[in-house]
């Protein structure tokens, strides 16, 4: 027989090693039994699972004690070195098939969370319900990126690779100055939020529009979109946030002229670095028309297997590279922040040696690990997932 308890929020969140067994609860000591046959009316609960709350789980394992997996899962190299960790650290004995499963679970159950409010906001948008004030000093940074992961799935190409678009928003507010024992500027980030999407640009610009929104798009009186130019950004750009600012990062557009002076210079070095520098030189100074003219002069000696069309580069982005204007408003012009939160948030954990992944193990990880690194991890990993399983052990 099943007796029904309401379950209490304190053993909601128990973990570690409990001396019982999960079958039922059969007090020992005459006082107990009477206390629990005068709460409940019954003599032992069977099974143990409705009064510890996980009833209804896919594992029988704690709220709590599946956070802690999931935490370590996203945080180690691998599941195996989370599996050492959990056993040295937490004393939990699990192999690490189990913490791969509890890890996909806790992370779907987020990334459920984070797509209907994602969700929410855009429609916020698109049907006019959302109000800006542009009234704080100070300017807000929307940067983003794509970054190649192996997975085990093949395209219509039959290339297992699959790009991850990683947004990343901060603002001013969040940017700690500070000046070296030599007399140099220095600056850092003291706060950053990132949001990691695999998938289509459709989808992950809902989720960068959300994350835009908490850190206070529209409440600063700037915009600033830091990107390396790309075609699917400047659409984002174009249709999310049509009043920034969207500035080319200045090393990326460098990287390409290298890039073209290599191929039209046929890589002979005393050439076409010099050549590379001068045309990085004029760009810097806002000198963009010689720079097209240049170009021009050269486009019959660039082939088809030339990897940068750099005349068309720049004239798309011609409004986006003004950066003595730039520099002179103080804004940043370079997108470093977003290549370190590629490494941070997919590189250290989802590109090591041999690693290829099922693009739902992928995906929760990418989505635990933004929320760490954006330091949201009880606001948005713990509260809603604790919630959820809540709800699930209260139909049983």
């Excluded at 007796?3 to 909601?12: D, E, Q």
């Excluded at 499963?101 to 319900?129: H, M, P, R, W």
């Excluded at 003004?322 to 490494?343: D, Q, R, V």
């Amino acid at each position: 027989m099943r007796t029904h308890v309401k379950t209490p929020l304190s053993l909601i969140t128990l973990q570690g090693k409990v001396c019982f067994s999960r079958y039922y609860l059969k007090p020992q000591r005459k006082e107990d039994k009477e206390k629990l046959e005068e709460l409940n009316g019954a003599k032992s609960i069977v099974p143990l699972d409705y009064y510890l709350g996980i009833a209804g789980l896919p594992f029988k394992i704690t709220p709590m004690a599946m956070l802690h997996i999931a935490y370590w899962a996203q945080n180690q190299l691998s599941f195996q070195r989370a599996e050492e960790a959990l056993h040295n650290i937490r004393g939990m004995d699990l192999n690490d098939d189990t913490i791969r499963a509890v890890t996909n679970f806790v992370g779907s159950v987020v990334f459920a969370n984070e797509c209907k409010k994602a969700e929410e906001s855009i429609n916020k948008l698109e049907n006019g319900q959302l109000r800006s004030s542009n009234d704080t000093e100070g300017t807000l940074y929307i940067q983003m990126d794509g970054a190649a992961i192996n997975t085990r799935i093949q395209n219509e190409t039959g290339s297992t690779w699959r790009e991850n678009k990683l947004g990343e928003v901060f603002s001013t507010e969040d940017i700690h100055y500070w000046t070296d024992k030599k007399g140099k500027p220095r600056h850092c980030l003291t706060s950053r939020q990132y949001i990691s999407y695999l998938g289509g640009v459709c989808e992950f610009k809902k989720h960068l529009f959300y994350c835009a929104l908490r850190k206070g798009y529209g409440r600063f009186k700037k915009t600033i979109v830091l990107s390396d130019g790309a075609a699917w950004i400047r659409n984002v750009v174009e249709d999310l946030f049509p009043d920034a600012q969207h500035i080319i990062d200045y090393f990326h557009l460098c990287e390409n002229v290298n890039t073209y002076a290599k191929h039209i210079f046929k890589m002979d070095e005393e050439k076409y670095k010099p050549w590379a520098k001068e045309i990085c030189d004029k760009l810097r100074k806002g000198n963009c028309e010689q720079v097209v003219k240049i170009l021009n002069s050269l486009k019959s000696n660039q082939t088809d297997n030339c990897p940068v069309n750099l005349l068309n580069y720049i004239t798309n982005n011609v409004n986006h590279i003004n950066y003595p204007e730039y520099e002179k408003n103080g804004y940043f012009i370079g997108s470093g922040a977003i290549e370190s939160g590629n490494k941070i948030v997919l590189q250290d954990r989802l590109k090591r040696a041999g690693m290829r992944w099922n693009t739902e193990t992928a995906q929760t990880l990418l989505t635990l690990r933004a929320k760490t690194e954006s330091k949201l991890w009880t606001s948005d990993v713990e509260i809603p997932f604790l919630k959820h399983c809540l709800e699930i052990s209260r139909k049983f």
